[in-house]
């Protein structure tokens, strides 16, 4: 049966549901092709685009795209649908919502105020209709502020995830790319370590080597091993020193599923780690990360397309008051996002969503080796959500991450964007990197020698 | 002023000895110096290359009928590296010359087969050109010996993991050991993988699969490691009839399976 459809000119395009149309309207993304949910030409997909700006916002309230009965997901996003907030924008269709987000009146107060009233999917089928500077003006309106020990996502400011991977865990290996991205002022997101391992007895050891160096110099900044969010349970239940508890969601619970997760399990996580009372300024304890693609690849996405699908990931990050929400937008490959072309689309849309819902979205901008993209790709990227306010981004060391084999952003690039778009770190951090004699207006790098105490330390202890 | 004073060195240099990471690289500015720049360029350059390298499927199974092994060869339903890229569910299945060639092998043969070993390009076809033919070469010996009716040797175009299933399916093997270029790393363009499946039918899922990565001169396995680990899964897949995550791989804890070749 058709329910939506649009002319143009002699030609008749038919959607089938709500869910086909929100397909055909998406950017074009290889995942969406993979999954034979795209638009079959370009035409198409603009007509899909009418179609979808004379749409009701309020349709989405009426049907689900993926059923309220199967789907934990849906059920969380339409019970917790504010209807005072949506009051607002409730006679919107999707394209007065575009244009109402491009006015001028429209601030970062009113965004706010609807936040709880938009759905994800209503933030997904706007984007659908945005230019990547639409996209990029109305996020730039939003700051999403967060904290724990210290304070993210303000105006003007960047922040950085220092990332040092090592393809054994090992902790002196750790230890070095960590004081590396410290002497280069990353580090105020979090200094967050993805283990290859995953005994909680290796987690819980990785924990207590950047405690103890935070401790040690005082750091204004948390940690996280990026485990399983049961291994973080466990590692909790063990007196392990865990600030944030990290997790990788996904828009469905099957998808969910596939991760060995659920909500309640996510909703017992932050419990845990909010009883331990370790954020001195904020309680946001959790760290999720996302990415487009990650429902097809679980075969758990419902025919709905890959963007709607990742918006629906915020609608689960929301729900637990995340400090750092990002979108690991090249990593998954090309076969969900075939090139730099994709891969930039695919960021800017998390990056606006993620705002639009109201997550202190950062993004790791990213690629693997098999992708039509490389570190010009990257370089624009990470200029665009520069621009648009982007809470954080990656900090690896020479944007090569050694055990999770692909590349990401630097400590260098970071002090480019800090140098063309005045950023500067979170205040906290950049005063501490003031103190310590790193960075000077949390911009440029001061000459660091080898009586700095950072290099001079003997990091952790029992290390050279 | 020269250029070596515009680039500020890092005094951190000796904390490399730690790690591969690409640490205390020096900035001009805030920016990487031309060297560090030149040299992620390199390594990316390489790794890209890799991926998209030509199979030499011709030359592989000219190495194997040198050493007296049978071969066959297929391609997958994916005509090329683009196509191959973006639908990896067409590099799981075979193009329909393939399925007739194997369809016709498999009616001529006097019995299935124990086991049959796929060289497949994979993500990396210079993994391939550099380490499959050595580590086949030592495993087909080491089953010959044990009296192991092995199939010719598959060589595979344009192929992912999966598509040993099918292969497998059709030349009614009871196992398919797959060796398949990795995705290449920027330390590593030529990393081979082998992936083991006992009794291989279409739609097995990676759950049920053994693998033995990282099979490459510098810092990973060896050809002649790889191909005692592959002897001894496959041993013991036979024996238990089954391979994925119940199977073990405790290969370094009995005598080498395979024979140094001369």
Not at chain 2, 205 to 214: M, Q, T, V
Request: glycine letters at 8%.
């Amino acid at each position: 049966m058709t329910r939506f459809s649009y002319t143009l000119g002699q030609r008749r395009y038919a959607f089938d549901d709500l869910t086909a149309l929100m397909a055909r309207a998406s950017s074009p993304k290889s995942g969406d092709q993979l999954a034979g949910i795209a638009a079959g030409s370009d035409e198409e997909r603009v007509a899909a685009r009418y179609a979808l700006a004379d749409l009701p916002l309020s349709s989405f309230l009426d049907e689900a795209l993926i059923p309220y009965e199967v789907d934990e997901v849906t059920r969380l996003i339409l019970d917790g649908h504010d209807r005072n907030a949506f009051a607002d924008i409730a006679a919107f269709t999707v394209g007065e919502l575009r244009d109402w987000l491009l006015s001028y009146e429209t601030d970062d107060a009113a965004l706010a105020r609807v936040a709880a009233g938009l759905t994800p999917e209503m933030a997904a089928a706007v984007s659908k209709l945005m230019r990547n500077q639409d996209l990029i003006l109305v996020a730039k309106k939003r700051s999403v502020v967060a904290r724990f020990r210290n304070t993210l996502g303000l105006p003007g400011r960047l922040a950085i995830r220092l990332q040092p991977n090592h393809p054994a865990d090992d902790a002196r290996g750790i230890a070095a790319a960590m004081l590396d991205g410290l002497l280069y002022g990353a580090g105020d997101a979090v200094i967050g370590i993805n283990p290859v391992s995953d005994s909680v007895s290796k987690i819980i050891a990785l924990l207590e080597l950047v405690d103890e160096v935070r401790r040690r110099f005082d750091i204004p900044t948390q940690s996280c091993v990026l485990g399983h969010v049961t291994s973080t349970i466990e590692a909790i239940e063990r007196g392990a020193p865990v600030d944030l508890v990290f997790q990788s969601v996904a828009g469905s619970e099957a998808a969910n599923r596939s991760f060995g997760i659920d909500l309640a399990l996510l909703g017992e996580a932050r419990a845990a780690a909010l009883s331990l009372e370790r954020g001195t300024l904020g309680d946001n304890v959790m760290y999720f990360e996302t990415g487009q693609g990650s429902a097809l690849s679980a075969n758990a996405h419902h025919g709905v397309d890959q963007q709607t699908c990742e918006a629906r990931a915020y609608g689960v990050a929301r729900h637990f008051a995340p400090l750092l929400v990002n979108t690991v937008v090249g990593f998954i490959g090309p076969e969900y996002l075939y090139d730099g072309k994709q891969i930039t689309r695919a960021g800017l849309e998390d990056h606006f969503c993620g705002k639009l819902l109201g997550l202190p979205m950062g993004c790791d901008v990213c690629y693997t080796n098999h992708a039509e993209a490389d570190q010009d790709d990257m370089d624009n990227l990470m200029t665009l959500l520069g621009v648009a306010g982007c809470n954080y981004l990656m900090g690896v060391p020479g944007a090569d991450d050694i055990m999770l084999n692909y590349q990401s952003t630097s400590f260098h690039d970071a002090l480019y964007l800090r140098q063309v778009l005045g950023l500067r770190p979170a205040p906290e951090f950049e005063s501490w990197l003031e103190k310590m004699g790193v960075m000077q207006e949390g911009r440029r790098l001061l000459h660091i020698d080898e009586r700095h105490p950072l290099v001079t330390a003997q990091l952790p202890a029992g290390l050279p | 002023m020269t250029g070596k004073d515009i680039v500020t060195a890092n005094p951190w240099q000796t904390l490399r000895r730690f790690t591969s990471a690409r640490i205390a690289l020096g900035c001009a500015g805030g920016s990487l110096p031309t060297a560090p720049m030149l040299e992620l360029q390199l390594a990316h350059a390489r790794a890209r290359d890799a991926v998209h390298l030509p199979f030499e499927a011709a030359a592989i199974q000219a190495q194997l009928t040198a050493i007296g092994l049978e071969t066959l060869r297929v391609h997958s339903a994916a005509p090329n590296r683009e196509i191959y890229l973006r639908r990896p569910d067409l590099g799981r299945r075979l193009d329909g010359a393939s399925r007739s060639l194997l369809e016709s092998c498999a009616d001529l043969a006097a019995q299935a087969h124990d086991a049959v070993l796929v060289i497949a390009d994979g993500l990396s076809a210079l993994a391939a050109h550099h380490h499959a033919a050595g580590v086949v070469a030592l495993a087909q010996a080491a089953l010959g010996e044990r009296g192991w009716h092995v199939a010719p040797v598959v060589v595979a175009e344009q192929s992912r993991v999966a598509l040993g299933d099918e292969i497998g399916e059709l030349l009614r093997a009871a196992q398919v050991a797959i060796l398949i270029g990795e995705r290449p790393g920027l330390s590593s363009a030529d990393s081979l993988g082998v992936y083991l499946t006992h009794a291989p039918r279409v739609g097995r899922s990676d759950a049920e699969r053994n693998c033995i990565s990282n099979i490459r001169p510098d810092g990973g396995l060896s050809h002649l490691q790889a191909a005692h680990k592959l002897v001894y899964l496959m041993t013991e897949a036979r024996r238990r009839q089954l391979t994925g995550v119940a199977l073990k791989d405790a290969s370094d804890d009995v005598a080498l399976l395979v024979q140094r070749s001369g």
